[in-house]
């Protein structure tokens, strides 16, 4: 189960990566000021949310490795 989450962290950070990169929004001229706008406005939704969360499943599947 645990190697399960870590490679649903992969997937869903590799998504992000593509997400923030192909992503527009209402307002911003660089894509950093869209993709901050985004996850403000979409949250999980957006390319960096994707992200941010599959970091975050990698990290907890790393840790619960080590806690075991």
Not at 14 to 21: A, P, Q, V
Not at 55 to 66: H, K
């Amino acid at each position: 189960m645990r190697i399960a989450f870590i490679i649903f962290g992969i997937i869903l950070t590799l998504w992000g990566i593509h997400r923030m990169k192909t992503d527009d929004a209402f307002f911003g001229k660089s894509q950093a000021d869209k993709n901050i706008f985004n996850l403000i406005l979409m949250g999980e939704a957006s390319g960096l949310g994707q992200f941010l969360g599959g970091v975050l499943c990698i990290v907890i599947g790393i840790i619960s490795f080590i806690i075991k």
